[in-house]
C-alpha cells in the first residue's frame, strides 16, 4: 500500500494526464459490476475532481434516485469511461458527514455553471469516490 489511505494494492492514483481529463471533460460514464461479474451498461454522469480524486453524485431530482448509484455503490466495482478512455474502478460511498463535501459542492458550482441540485444536504448521501484499479493481464478487454 501507498502512502495514501484510501488507495490498496489493487487500486492506484489517477495519473495526471487522467485529472486533467476529468477536469476538461463534461460527462463521465459508469458501468457497474454484476453480482455474476458481468458488467451493465454504461449510465452517463457528471464528474468533478476534488484534488487527486475523482467523485460522482446521483442527484434526486426528475422523479428520484436514478438506479445506477445504487447498483454501483452495492457493487463496489465496476468500469468508468471518459471520452475514449476506460478503466476498470473501485466506487466507494462517501460518509454523509464526510467534509470533502463541501468542496464537491463548490466543485460541481464551478464546472457545471450551477448547483443543478447537486449540492444539496440529500444529495451528499448519493456520492461516490471512483479509484481506479491496476488492470488484471488476466482480466478480458474493456468494453469500449
Known amino acids: 500500500m501507498n502512502g495514501d489511505s484510501r488507495v490498496s494494492d489493487a487500486t492506484r492514483p489517477w495519473s495526471h494526464s487522467e485529472l486533467e481529463l476529468v477536469d476538461h471533460a463534461r460527462e463521465l460514464q459508469v458501468a457497474s459490476r454484476r453480482p455474476n461479474g458481468s458488467i451493465r ?6 464528474m468533478v475532481r476534488v484534488g487527486a480524486d475523482v467523485y460522482v453524485r446521483s442527484g434526486a431530482g426528475y422523479g428520484g434516485l436514478s438506479k445506477w448509484f445504487p447498483r454501483a455503490r ?3 466495482t465496476g468500469i468508468v469511461r471518459v471520452e475514449d478512455q476506460v478503466w476498470p474502478a473501485v466506487f466507494t460511498h462517501l460518509d454523509q458527514a464526510d467534509p470533502v463535501h463541501a468542496e464537491i ?10 448547483s443543478f441540485g447537486m449540492t444539496d444536504a440529500a444529495t451528499h448521501g448519493h456520492t461516490l469516490r471512483i479509484t481506479p484499479t491496476a488492470a488484471d493481464p488476466a482480466a478480458p478487454p474493456l468494453p469500449r
Open 105 to 114: 459542492d463548490g466543485a460541481y458550482v464551478r464546472k457545471y455553471g450551477g
Open 74 to 76: 452495492d457493487a463496489g
Open 41 to 46: 451498461s454504461f449510465v452517463t454522469v457528471w
